[in-house]
Structure formats: C-alpha cells, structure tokens
C-alpha cells in the first residue's frame, strides 16, 4: 500500500519505568532490650534471635533481588535503545517486565524497541497490552501508538479507531488529531481514486 505524506511519530522516548528508584526502608535495628537480673538469661532466646535473623535476612533477599534484577535489565534495555540496538533493547525490557509485571512502562518501552525494526506486530501486541491500564497517561500513549502501527500495516480503519481513543483520555493531543485527520484524509482520497477508476471502466468501450 502507498501512503502519501507521512504521520507524526512519537515512539523515541522511553518511558520512565523508576528503575533507579530508592526502595522505602523501614527501621534497621531493635529498640532497647528489657534485663533481667544479672545471670539468669531466658532460656532459649539466643536461638530464637538466630531464627528471627535469619528469616530477616531472606525477607530482605525477596525483596531486594527481584528489584536488581528488573533495574539491570532496564539500565541495559535504555542502553541499546540509546545506541540505536533496538532488537537488544527488546529484549532486555521484555525480560524486566517479566522480574516486574506490574511496571507496564518495561512493556511499552519493549513494544517501542520493535516499532523502530518496523516489527509492527510485535509492538502492536505490547502496545495493546499496555494502553489497558488505570496510568491514564501510559495508556494514551500506547493508543497513539497503537493507531501508528495499524497505519503502518495499512489498517487505515483501525489507526483512526486507535487516534480515537486517545483522544477521549487526552483531547488536547495535537498529533493524535493530526494523525487521525491526516489518515482520515488518506481513507477519502482512496475512495475517490477507487471511485474514478470504476467510472473509467464503465465509460471504457468494450
């Protein structure tokens, strides 16, 4: 299919996924410990210091672990999108959203690394899965890109469809309006071609 004129992109910006957020910590340590009289320890406590300490110990790995893994892996994804590795950058924003799958920003950063190796349908299904979230702002964007790769594929229907939705979260999205007008124009001047050429073959002698 052969579009005229181009639509606006906006798939080169990442989105902030908080990957280099400070985790909340609450207090290390313990208050003062009550005493007894001198020599007459309670029996036992000692382990059970051992114990609390040790399962301490692992709250803190289930919680810290997953977190490194999901930011190196994001560090690295911003890495090779920065220098131009799409392909590399997917991969390593697919394998964050997996350590982090309530983070959608991982997702739609992965569905914009494909939209640059123009593997449209890859992006389009994370883009999909992204424009359905409560993050009004995530979910606009990934309707605009949604409506940019339907055009992409030559779903001119659908890409409307798409600008449509973003606008009813954003109206003042200028370049979802653009897009939409420009792809609606595309759809009307396809008809009137296609119309012209019928009327050519009716008036055409036989």
Do not use: C
Request: glycine content about 10%; cysteine-free.
């Amino acid at each position: 299919l052969l579009l005229e004129g181009s639509i606006a992109e906006r798939t080169s910006g990442l989105r902030d996924t908080g990957s280099h957020r400070a985790l909340g910590r609450g207090p290390v340590g313990h208050g003062p410990l009550g005493r007894g009289p001198r020599g007459r320890r309670p029996v036992g406590r000692g382990r059970d210091v051992l114990l609390n300490s040790v399962i301490f110990i692992f709250v803190l790995m289930g919680l810290f672990i997953p977190s490194f893994l999901w930011a190196s892996s994001s560090g690295r994804g911003e890495k090779h999108y920065q220098s131009g590795e799409y392909q590399n950058a997917a991969k390593e924003f697919l394998d964050a959203s997996i350590n982090s799958p309530q983070n959608g920003g991982f997702q739609y950063n992965a569905a914009n690394s494909y939209y640059k190796i123009k593997r449209y349908r890859e992006a389009e299904k994370l883009f999909s899965g992204t424009a359905d979230q409560k993050d009004l702002s995530l979910s606009e964007k990934s309707y605009y890109n949604l409506g940019n790769t339907a055009y992409r594929q030559g779903k001119l229907y659908d890409a409307v469809t798409q600008y449509e939705k973003a606008l009813k979260i954003d109206p003042s999205d200028k370049e979802a309006k653009f897009n939409r007008d420009f792809v609606l124009r595309e759809i009307e001047r396809r008809l009137k071609k296609k119309k012209q050429s019928l009327q050519q073959q009716k008036s055409a002698p036989s």
